[in-house]
């Protein structure tokens, strides 16, 4: 078995939303196939992977450098027990390169490397949780907690369709939820989560993020008025490399603060658990692997994390999709982000996908199942034509 080719495109994000700190009109995303000489059904066997969701496409680094790593490597050499070595294919990918600075890199590493992932699950015919769990030990579960993130700035926003939002997504199943801040005044973004506590009921259902806008101050402001709301949790409020700004929030603001979405290695995170005043039993860790490498580090992340202390049940992963589903399905993690409006074609599920309850149910479609969503279908018929 050996890999006939990689390719890399660039897919555009759809809509015009906005959190505290970014427009998402002119984000992408990239898409990776890796082609093997594989034929099932008449057809390669093909692997798709992304790299989530929020830090642009990476097509440089993955056309100048990454993909003519592994077509130049010995085929034998990228090969495991069963199907691909993931591990060999990340260390490959990055021969030559430094360690640090884990930035754009990191994201461009993500989407191949998990390509890998739905490729070994479809080489074995199975869905990409059950290959996961394999993996790294564990037995699967056949759902995971889902909470809806969206409450993001529109050109064309109001109170009314921030709680018409919310009440669309306790009507398609979901019991929690997630709202942007920041991107007001403390005074207006106050009328915003007394809209949505009127949608969802009660403070622990809603969880608010500032997209790491806060100074210290300000952290305290937004913190002073939402401490006796009992909120789910307050994400990234600063600068997400800075851990003594995290710790002292946390010294100061006694509900659950998350963070992570922004660190991009084990690393990185090693940082965070050692200077950033994370507290075990209360916070949320939102590492992704498409942002960080892939799966095989971020495997290492999780393990980091238990190191430290915290339950695997503290990793919330960003990035609402169906790659992001099989790995907190496969590994036993707290739970998935979904984005039901935003973030097309990549966010979201497939329609097989059943939510209900403030649960999701990953269909049993081989790999990651990115063929049965369907705007997301036509983007990989064009990569692998
Ligand atoms: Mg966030």
Request: glycine share 12%.
């Amino acid at each position: 078995m050996k890999i006939v080719d990689i390719r890399q495109i660039s897919v555009p994000l759809e809509g015009a939303v906005s959190n505290a700190v970014v427009s998402f009109a002119e984000h992408d995303v990239s898409l990776v196939a890796v082609i093997t000489d594989v034929i099932r059904a008449g057809k390669p066997v093909v692997g798709y992977g992304f790299n989530s969701i929020g830090r642009f496409a990476q097509s440089g680094i993955l056309r100048d450098r990454l993909i003519p790593r592994l077509l130049s490597a010995d085929p034998a050499s990228l090969l495991g027990a069963q199907g691909f070595d993931c591990e060999a294919v990340a260390r490959t990918a990055l021969r030559n390169e430094k360690p640090g600075g884990h930035g754009d890199r990191a994201a461009a590493l993500g989407a191949l490397e998990l390509a890998f992932w739905d490729l070994n699950a479809k080489l074995a015919d199975e869905p990409a949780y059950a290959t996961i769990g394999r993996a790294f030990g564990r037995t699967p579960s056949d759902k995971a907690a889902v909470y809806a993130a969206g409450g993001y700035y529109y050109p064309e926003d109001g109170l009314d369709r921030l709680k018409a939002e919310l009440e669309g997504y306790i009507a398609a199943g979901f019991d929690a939820f997630k709202i942007k801040i920041g991107g007001a005044s403390l005074a207006d973004d106050m009328k915003r989560i007394q809209a949505a506590l009127q949608a969802c009921g009660t403070g622990a259902r809603l969880a608010v993020d500032a997209n790491g806008r806060f100074d210290f101050d300000t952290a305290m402001a937004y913190g002073r008025e939402i401490e006796p709301l009992g909120l789910r949790w307050y994400e990234e409020i600063g600068d997400p490399l800075d851990y003594a700004l995290n710790a002292k929030i946390s010294a100061n603001y006694a509900g659950a603060i998350a963070t992570g979405e922004n660190l991009f290695s084990t690393a990185d995170v090693r940082n965070l658990l050692n200077f950033a005043g994370m507290r075990p039993g209360k916070d949320i860790f939102q590492m992704d692997a498409g942002l960080s490498y892939g799966l095989t580090e971020f495997g290492r992340i999780i393990a980091l994390m238990e190191a430290h202390g915290f339950d695997r049940a503290a990793s919330y992963p960003h990035g609402g999709h169906l790659i992001n589903l099989h790995i907190v399905t496969g590994m036993n993690l707290g739970g998935c982000e979904a984005y039901p409006t935003v973030f097309q074609p990549f966010g979201g599920y497939s329609p097989q996908c059943e939510i209900g309850g403030g649960f999701i149910r990953p269909a049993d479609h081989p790999g990651f199942g990115l063929e049965a969503k369907p705007n997301l279908k036509p983007h990989l018929d064009k990569i692998s034509a």
